[in-house]
């Protein structure tokens, strides 16, 4: 693949990836334009994250059976409408139902995903993969900066005027840029719509995969959910503005998922799932020395979220590499599979910390962390172990088949 087209493409994560995430940056601006609780914005973050999965499941597996050019140019399109909608709304229902349409439309990311992979060879797509969430993560970082940082100077509008205003321009641009592809699929939508579903049912490491991402997501989602709370509470007292600072110390993942991209291909997907779950694990006790406030405090969130950030993406990257090698002629709907149980995980994960956090505070949130991280360490550890005493009775299997040719030779 061209570098100039790789780097168009990760740009185009990056702003459909970003959309996501700067309304979780703004929810207290929100609360104070439209006169409601802090803790009721945090519904916009969920219906967005909802309508990201349902876009998920009932978008994404059209590119396997549509040319992905025109899909892309569609789907941008319509999410630049969104945005539009949501910085016109009156009201904290109307702003809800737009994000949920944005969320709904905003899943370019994952076209381009399968769409890389086709115009990679197996061999690279680990660091293809990596160049592609390198993009994504930079749009969710810089997203959460932009979202506090325009939104605190001119007002929670802003953030989803310019960001309609950048899904537009990009629509455009890659009317142009992307190449023509050839669909890899005839079935009709309802086949598709129903393959992943099948897949996950039919294929164990998918299962598996999904299972990491969903369990991870939903830690990820709860901890900045309620990151934004703890800092413009009583502990802190800061802006909206420091919710996008503190998210700028993740910039590392933009340069480490590409090396665990290369790392993935050179010695498979599962080494690098295990340091990537024991790095989220570590970051829950990490994060909780947050909940102390002052320097001290500031500092253990900055080290936390960063390690969060790294492993949950660096994670991601092995993910998708073992997802995809599942079905290579079916990306897009492998993709579906995947991305669907972790927005779930993602949508729980919100939901969870934020009624977490009206009960135990910070703490619970980070206890919410270790316990996700902890399910998904734990089916990963007792694979590997199966793996294991499997590779061992087939290797002893061999000696002795080899063992009795010795003798029938003799």
């Known amino acids: 693949m061209p570098r100039r087209l790789l780097a168009l493409l990760a740009v185009t ?19 104070a334009g439209l006169h409601v609780s802090p803790d009721a914005t945090a519904v916009v973050v ?70 890389a992979a086709g115009l990679t060879p197996p061999e690279r797509q680990g660091a293809v993969i990596g160049v592609l969430l390198s993009g994504s993560t930079a749009g969710m970082l810089l997203a959460r900066t932009f979202g506090g940082t325009l939104g605190e100077w ?34 009709p939508y309802r086949a598709l719509l129903a393959e992943p579903f099948r897949l996950l049912r039919t294929e164990p490491e998918l299962r598996r995969s999904s299972l990491y991402q969903a369990c991870v997501f939903a830690g990820f989602s709860a901890v900045w959910t309620c990151l934004a709370l703890l800092l413009t509470g009583p502990v802190y007292r800061l802006g909206a503005p420091a919710v996008g600072l503190l998210a700028l110390v993740g910039a590392a993942t933009v340069f480490c998922t590409p090396y665990a991209g290369r ?28 909940a102390r406030g002052g320097p001290l405090g500031l ?30 002629d079916a990306p897009g709907r492998v993709k579906t599979a995947y991305m669907t149980c972790g927005y779930l995980g993602g949508s729980a994960g919100s939901w969870l910390g934020v009624r977490v956090w009206g009960r135990a505070g910070w703490w619970g949130v980070c206890a919410l962390l270790a316990l996700l991280a902890a ?30 040719t010795t003798r029938l030779s003799r």
């Open 299 to 328: 500092a253990a969130l900055v080290l936390g979220t960063l390690l969060l950030d790294v492993a949950m993406q660096c994670g991601m990257v092995a993910g998708q590499a073992r997802a995809y090698a599942v079905r290579p």
């Open 46 to 115: 969920t219906a967005t994250q909802l309508g990201y999965t349902a876009g998920i499941v009932l978008l994404v597996p059209l590119g396997d059976r549509l040319p992905n050019r025109p899909l892309l140019v569609v789907l941008l399109s319509l999410t630049g409408l969104a945005l539009l909608a949501a910085g016109c709304a009156p009201a904290l229902g109307p702003l809800t139902a737009a994000g949920a349409a944005v969320g709904l439309t905003t899943v370019a990311a994952q076209v381009v995903g399968p769409l």
């Open 154 to 187: 001119l007002g929670w509008r802003a953030p989803y005027l310019v960001a309609a205003a950048a899904a537009l321009l990009l629509a455009i641009v890659l009317g142009t840029a992307v190449p023509t592809t050839v669909p890899t699929s005839r079935q």
């Open 13 to 31: 994560c990056a702003v459909a990836v970003g959309n996501l995430y700067f309304p979780q940056a703004v929810g207290p601006l929100v609360a």
């Open 375 to 404: 399910v998904a360490l734990g089916r990963h550890l007792s694979t590997v172990r199966r793996a294991g005493r499997q590779a061992r009775r087939e290797a002893r299997h061999a000696a002795r088949r080899a063992a009795g």
């Open 263 to 290: 790392l993935v291909d050179r010695h498979g997907p599962d080494p690098v799932n295990l340091v990537c779950l024991l790095g989220v694990f570590g970051s829950a006790p990490v994060l909780a020395l947050g």
